[in-house]
Structures are given as C-alpha cells and as structure tokens.
C-alpha cells in the first residue's frame, strides 16, 4: 500500500474502549469524534444516527 501526500490510516482500538466500560458506554448522535495527526491536523467527525433501510 502506497500513501500519498495528505492521506491517513488510522488503526487499533484506542485505550478506553467503551464497551469495556461499566455500564458500557457506545457513541450517541451528536458526539464529536476528533483524531489528531501527531501536530499535523485534526480530523472532526459529527456521529449521526442514519435511517434504517
């Protein structure tokens, strides 16, 4: 695999994992997600419920 200039690969599972929790805890509509590129930029992701098909 190749990366070019201005794309990312995120991987793992990140400490603090939810549904580890007690009670466990998953994303809700609305929460912010941001992952930051080691100073570089951050990544700002909206979770949003999509409708059933």
């Not at 990366?3 to 912010?32: D, F, S």
């Not at 941001?34 to 098909?53: A, D, F, K, M």
């Given at each position: ?32 997600l ?20």
């Open positions: 695999m190749r990366l070019r200039p201005g794309q990312a690969i995120a991987t793992g599972t990140p400490g603090g994992v939810g549904h580890g929790m007690q009670p466990p805890q998953h994303l809700q509509p609305g929460q912010l941001e992952t930051e590129l080691g100073g570089v930029e951050t990544l700002r992701s909206r979770v949003r419920l999509r409708p059933s098909t």
